[in-house]
């Protein structure tokens, strides 16, 4: 069981003995986050694991993505590394729903979309091409239904493969600087 606190609760912790880590991606993270937070892509959380270890040992880690479900997984992971994380409930939405600030950072090269609006624009194009197509070759249809039939085993399992799939794109990774300057970050 994971356990998670209300974006009220991690508004009173004192940032002195928290670590909120945003595990979203770098175009994400950059377009607004809670104050303090680092980054710590999904992706890239094998690899930070020792980091993330040392780091528990000195301050909480609460684990924050844009709704939930990824920081979901991502203390899914840590637990299976023995290392201890608390989720923020109902993520960075929540978060801003209750009316408490983020910031923005700097990112190299053009502004990238939530993943959410990646994996609907996605899903959307696919489905319209493949309606499109199949007026001509029918089977083309079978794109639009291969679509369909994910985005329900996704609702139904709260994971997204099309979203996997998308993050591994050059402008959802995080660059090694990024990595460098998070394992600095998680160092202070």
């Not at 109902?90 to 408490?100: D, E, F, H, I, S």
Request: hydrophobic content about 45%; aromatic content about 4%; charged content about 20%.
């Amino acid at each position: 069981m994971i356990e998670t606190i209300s974006p009220a609760e991690l508004n009173l912790r004192d940032l002195d003995k928290t670590y909120v880590l945003d595990v979203r991606a770098p175009g994400e993270y950059a377009a607004g986050h809670i104050p303090g937070a680092i980054n710590v892509p999904l992706d890239s959380l094998g690899e930070l694991v020792p980091d993330l270890r040392e780091a528990s040992a000195r301050r909480e880690l609460v684990v924050v993505c844009a709704a939930g479900s990824r920081s979901a997984t991502a203390c899914e992971r840590l637990a299976a590394a023995d290392v201890r994380a608390t989720g923020l409930t109902g993520g960075t939405q929540a978060w801003q729903a209750a009316g408490l600030p983020v910031d923005t950072a700097p990112h190299e090269g053009r502004a990238v979309w939530a993943m959410d609006r990646q994996v609907r624009f996605t899903a959307g194009m696919l489905v319209l091409t493949g309606l499109a197509v199949g007026l001509r070759a029918p089977r083309a249809r079978l794109i639009s239904a291969g679509v369909a039939s994910g985005l329900v085993y996704s609702g139904l399992s709260n994971t997204c493969g099309m979203a996997a799939v998308l993050g591994k794109l050059p402008f959802n990774r995080p660059s090694s600087a990024t990595l460098d300057s998070t394992r600095r970050a998680l160092r202070d």
